[in-house]
């Protein structure tokens, strides 16, 4: 309700606003914020349903069928696929990914290469950074994987 009011009154005033959303929330939440935001970024992290509760502790189904609902409203929409070595970065994903964001209609996005700027952020908050082991991608590693991705008629952006 707060975010949903704050994006009203920003509109309200002649204010764009955005608005990043993991999507894993009921639909009627999901449509109330996005009523006000002129531009919605929205995360893939994994399509295979098993793998997406192992890594995130939730099920994908809702993610997906509310990113279905904001296409079909007609909402500006910024795809983005998190990449994270050895969890959700094989080819069957990232295909599984790119042929799901393409038959939405959607003909771009972003990836977002796992980096180590928030493992010093886990230690200050008294908590355990579970990926402390993942390397971060060599450049070469994260231009093969948009050749990859682009193959299947996307444009992408590295982020």
């Not at 590693?141 to 050749?147: P, R």
Request: charged residues 30%; hydrophobic residues 40%; positive net charge.
């Amino acid at each position: 309700n707060f975010v949903n009011e704050l994006l009203e009154k920003f509109r309200g005033h002649g204010r764009d606003t955005a608005i990043e959303i993991s999507g894993y929330a009921n639909w009627e939440d999901v449509e109330k914020v996005c009523k006000w935001a002129n531009l919605i970024f929205y995360d893939i992290k994994h399509m295979d349903l098993v793998k997406h509760i192992e890594f995130t502790g939730v099920e994908n189904v809702l993610i997906l069928e509310n990113v279905k609902r904001i296409v079909q409203r007609g909402k500006p929409l910024r795809m983005r696929i998190p990449l994270i070595p050895g969890l959700n970065d094989s080819e069957e994903n990232l295909r599984a990914t790119a042929q799901f964001i393409t038959g939405l209609g959607i003909g771009k996005a972003d990836i977002l290469p796992y980096h180590r700027f928030g493992a010093a952020k886990y230690g200050r908050l008294g908590k355990k950074y579970k990926l402390s082991e993942v390397k971060s991608y060599k450049e070469e590693e994260v231009e093969a994987i948009k050749m990859m991705l682009e193959s299947f008629g996307l444009a992408i952006f590295i982020a």
